[in-house]
């Protein structure tokens, strides 16, 4: 199964991370400029901003809010702290409903030494006590399983099944998941959990990169997509197959390509967009 | 669950590979002056050495030998490349009878770019190649399904169902598992695929380390057991429950401790597996 070349840029969003030589308006530009669609955007990207006028700006570039990145990181050994989790992800609801932003992204959290069913528990609980928010302004919420390398300190959730388990738990249609290849590629069961997913409506968002060999680096070696071993058009053909027909993000953290000039990286960007994914 | 602490080095044993300064004659009397019980040889440790020599100084010096390491890396894009695959593998389980050991423990290897299902065929494939000549010497062969990190070159076999499932079709009593607490740590389906495991009557081989947070290479930064997030004792519980017994072998690919002097490096492994294993 492989899904058909994408030929032009309509389901293009790249996160701000991606291109991070940029500051948000340099980004928002050459985004606008490049006929990238979508963009979704970074917490950090916001400090000093007014989210409502950077959504404005946004928009009136003509691009496409897709998502804030990135709320979660609930589990904690404090109750103080875990609180503090759930005022932080308050802020982000606000900030992405001020944003326009429909979504925001959950890394969910881990504590090393915690048991990850404890972890999850405290982030099935942390998820549920900013729902009313959520729902009062419309925004919906992603948990988005991570790769088991990062079990240990960022994401207690490491697959789709598990993801799909917590959903489950929480029984809310505001809260989905964010389908990473990049987390999720290797996973024997991606067609069956990805099923699950989209029957449960809850597909929120499908982000790309590959995956490379060796991998040098735990979080910053990433590939652009083609780079690397991931077949990312068969799973691009799984999720569609599924229904999912929403916007594609580019979500690529290298240091190898942070070190070049940050529109040759868009341009290799948009070349991988129409020749691998 | 948590298991009790261990009072002796009757059960423990420790990988060639894990004291790397050493030679395998340096090993063998280092860790029998020590008090070590068992012996797992990495085949590099073999190379320029009789087998049947070896096997005879490592029980003269009163050590069991534990397991042969390591055989597998059946994937190839090539027919020619997986049949020079199984002469190799048919080559270590010889070494494994002439060393006396009971056991070789498969790494069983992925082809980046490939289907993770074709490799599984042909991992498949090539351990049934090689069972003949197994069952004629008598010598188990212990598939370590890999922590999914290694999916890309190394194994398309990342969680112990999976290992489970290969087993299942190959269905013979010399074909089992290699559990390492470092690739399965995070699974959410450990209790039951431990079962599982156990009930099939294939939990041939134990290995510990840790998980380092953060963890700065994904080959060499294993932690010493005690320094990382792994719950060591529970998961030891939860074999022992399972009805396993066997060896606890230390497996620990370090280039912090490697640069350490051996003899030291060999002492604390003693001290961890005591007071944390």
């Known amino acids: 199964m492989t899904a058909e070349p994408l030929s032009d840029f309509s389901r293009l969003c790249v996160h701000t991370i991606t291109t991070k030589g940029w500051e948000l308006e340099e980004a928002v530009e050459h985004y606008a400029e490049a006929g990238v669609s979508g963009i ?3 917490r950090q990207w916001l400090e000093g901003r007014n989210p409502a006028g950077v959504g ?5 570039a003509g691009l496409e809010v897709v998502s804030l990145c990135r709320g979660g990181f609930y589990p904690a050994l404090e109750e103080k702290s875990r609180e503090e989790a759930v005022e932080d992800n308050k802020r982000a609801i606000e900030d992405a409903a001020a944003l326009g932003s429909p979504l925001v992204v959950l890394v969910c959290g881990a504590v090393p030494g915690q048991s990850l069913v404890e972890s999850r528990k405290q982030i099935t609980d942390g998820i549920a006590a900013t729902l009313p928010l959520a729902e009062s302004l419309g925004v919906k919420l992603a948990i988005e399983p991570l790769h088991p390398m990062y079990a ?5 959730i490491n697959s789709l099944a598990t993801a799909n388990d917590v959903c489950d738990q929480l029984n809310h249609p505001l809260v989905g998941i964010a389908f990473d290849v990049y987390h999720l590629w290797w996973d024997p069961d991606l067609e069956e ?3 699950r997913t989209a029957e449960a409506n809850r597909l929120f968002a499908y982000h790309v990169c590959d995956w490379m060999t060796p991998t040098t680096d735990l979080l910053n070696d990433r590939g652009l997509m083609g780079e690397g071993c991931i077949d990312l058009r068969g799973i691009r053909a799984l999720v569609e197959k599924n229904g999912f ?3 594609i993000e580019v979500e690529v953290f290298s240091n190898r390509w942070w070190e070049k000039p940050t529109a040759e990286f868009l341009e290799a960007i948009q070349q991988s967009y129409l020749n691998h994914t």
């Not at 404005?56 to 009136?60: D, K, M, V």
């Not at 240990?152 to 207690?156: F, H, L, P, T």
Request: hydrophobic letters at 30%; charged letters at 30%.
């Open 40 to 42: 979704t955007v970074w």
């Open 56 to 60: 404005q700006r946004i928009r009136a």
């Open 152 to 156: 240990d300190d960022r994401s207690a």
């Open 193 to 195: 959990q990805t099923r």
């Open 245 to 247: 027909g929403g916007m």
